[in-house]
């Protein structure tokens, strides 16, 4: 499945250019291969049979109308190497280069807070819950720069399912890994540890809400938020918390690590907005990497980012320059 989503900002564009990636994932096959493979044995957590499931994109189709996008996808190279990761520092390059200490596997997420059956998911039962989906998502950030990356993942909407959500859960939070041992920029004060994000219930249980485990036909690599992470098409990238460990629901509006550090700057929603400029920078256009640089044209920001028929409902009524 194909469709396009928002990333975090802060940050000057690549200069390289970049190659297309051609081959992706086929839900059934990748299935397939996960099983046969033993996708979480000894094997330190690798998805062994990855290259003999790569398939073309064409043959595949999106499961929400308007979604799919045939776009070229950013290089590997850039997408594992351009990051904002900040437990690992504030540099774009830091996150691969120091990420390599983080621990993913054993793994597992907590489910708790308002729902009749909360519960603790092992990465194997993460993985079980839903068929792979090929999914390609356009990363915008707030400075302008974007990516296209094929994601592998599914709607975060089929875990929460699991644990039946009480009628009085109105958010939902994202808590995220913190360990000074292995994070150098947890060490810093540059955010308020750990990182936590949060959503709207209906938000969450949109479809296009993603859980992704992969990217580019393999395992998420750990710069990019191993070995499970969060995607939101519509919002900028710093709602996709990375390296999920908690997921609370509330019936309360949670904070945010953004929205603590900078209130004036980050709102709760972050839904991209074109005609909502940030306090330092217009979001009007934006910036593709791998095409030109900062001498590249630029393109027109488009409002929940090119997703204003599918999510468009969720925010009816609402003033979208004042909850941004």
């Given at each position: 499945m194909l469709i396009q989503t928002s990333s975090s900002g802060f940050v000057h564009p690549h200069s390289s250019e970049i190659t297309p990636q051609a081959l992706y994932l086929r839900r059934r096959a990748y299935l397939q291969a996960m099983a046969g493979a033993g996708l979480l044995a000894a094997a330190g957590g690798t998805w062994a049979r990855e290259a003999e499931v790569l398939k073309p994109l064409a043959s595949t189709k999106s499961a929400v109308p308007g979604a799919m996008t045939m776009e070229t996808a950013t290089s590997r190279e850039d997408a594992t190497s351009y990051n904002n990761y900040y437990e690992f520092g504030t540099d774009k390059s830091d996150p691969a280069r120091y990420a390599h200490t983080l621990p993913t596997t054993p793994w597992s997420i907590t489910?708790?807070?308002?729902?009749?059956?909360?519960?603790?998911?092992?990465?194997?039962?993460?993985?079980?819950?839903?068929a792979q989906e090929e999914r390609i998502y356009r990363l915008r950030c707030v400075e302008g720069w974007s990516m296209v990356i094929p994601w592998i993942g599914y709607s975060l909407a089929k875990l929460l399912a699991q644990v039946e959500p009480m009628g009085s859960a109105k958010f939902v939070e994202f808590v995220t890994l913190a360990d000074p041992k292995t994070m150098p920029g947890i060490r810093s004060s540059v955010l308020d540890w750990p990182y936590t994000e949060g959503l709207r219930m209906d938000e969450a249980m949109h479809?296009?809400?993603?859980?992704?485990?992969?990217?580019?036909?393999?395992?998420?690599?750990?710069?990019?938020?191993?070995?499970?992470?969060?995607?939101?098409?519509?919002?900028?990238?710093?709602?996709?918390?990375?390296?999920?460990?908690?997921?609370?629901?509330?019936?309360?509006?949670p904070p945010t690590a953004w929205n603590k550090a900078a209130r004036n700057e980050y709102g709760f929603y972050s839904n991209v907005n074109p005609d909502v400029p940030h306090p330092r920078w217009s979001q009007e256009t934006e910036r593709r990497i791998g095409e030109g640089g900062l001498f590249a044209k630029k393109r027109k920001t488009l409002l929940f980012n090119g997703y204003e028929a599918q999510v468009g409902q969720l925010y009816a009524g609402m003033d979208l320059r004042k909850n941004y």
């Open positions: 489910v708790e807070g308002l729902a009749h059956k909360p519960k603790v998911f092992g990465l194997e039962d993460l993985l079980k819950l839903s479809p296009l809400t993603l859980l992704a485990f992969g990217m580019y036909g393999s395992e998420l690599p750990k710069q990019n938020g191993a070995p499970v992470r969060l995607v939101v098409p519509w919002k900028y990238g710093f709602k996709s918390a990375k390296s999920i460990v908690k997921i609370r629901l509330l019936d309360k509006e």
